[in-house]
C-alpha cells in the first residue's frame, strides 16, 4: 500500500473525529447566536452591540454543549469519578481546549467579521453567517490544536 493513502487515510480518520466532536454543538451555539442577531435586529440597539451579544450567545451555547458532552463522557469512560472530579475534569478540560481560542474569538474575530459582514450585506442573516464562518477558521485551527496537545499531553 502506497505511503501517501495510509496519510490520506489518517488525515481522514482525523477530520472525522474532528467533526464528530465540534459540529453538534457548533449546530446549536449556531443557532442559538442567529436567534439573537434576527431578535436583536429588530429592536433599537445598534449593528456593533447586537454582534457582540450574538457572538457571546453563540459562545455560551456552544460550551455548555461541550461541556455536557466531556461531563458524559467523563461519566461514562470513568464511571469510578465521584460527580465533583467529572465535572472538575470537564471543566479543565474545556477551559485548556477552547480558552485561548475563546478568548481571541468571542472578542475580536467574530464580533468584527459579524459586523462587517452585516453592515456592507446589509442583511442580518446573511452577515451573522458570514461573519461567523469567517472568523471559525482560526477558532479551529486553535481548538485543534489544543486538543491534539491535550490529548497527548493531560491524562484524564
Avoid at 456592507?120 to 486538543?147: D, K, Q, R
Wanted: aromatic letters at 22%.
Amino acid at each position: 500500500m502506497p505511503i501517501f493513502f495510509v496519510a490520506n487515510k489518517n488525515i481522514i480518520n482525523k477530520v472525522t473525529e474532528w467533526l464528530y466532536r465540534y459540529g453538534p454543538a457548533e449546530a446549536v451555539a449556531t443557532f442559538g447566536g442567529y436567534m439573537v442577531a434576527v431578535f436583536g435586529n429588530y429592536s433599537d440597539y445598534n449593528t456593533l452591540a447586537v454582534s457582540y451579544v450574538a457572538s457571546w450567545t453563540d459562545g455560551v451555547t456552544y460550551y455548555i454543549a461541550n461541556f455536557v458532552r466531556e461531563f458524559f463522557h467523563s461519566r461514562k469512560t470513568k464511571p469510578e469519578y465521584s460527580l465533583s472530579k467529572a465535572c472538575y475534569k470537564s471543566v479543565r478540560n474545556c477551559v485548556v481546549e477552547f480558552g485561548p481560542a475563546h478568548a481571541l474569538n468571542a472578542f475580536f474575530f467574530q464580533p468584527w467579521g459579524i459586523y462587517v459582514a452585516t453592515k456592507y450585506s446589509h442583511n442580518v442573516t446573511f452577515g451573522f453567517f458570514i461573519g461567523t464562518l469567517i472568523s471559525e477558521g482560526g477558532f479551529y485551527f486553535l481548538v485543534i490544536c489544543a486538543y491534539e496537545l491535550r490529548k497527548r499531553y493531560l491524562a484524564d
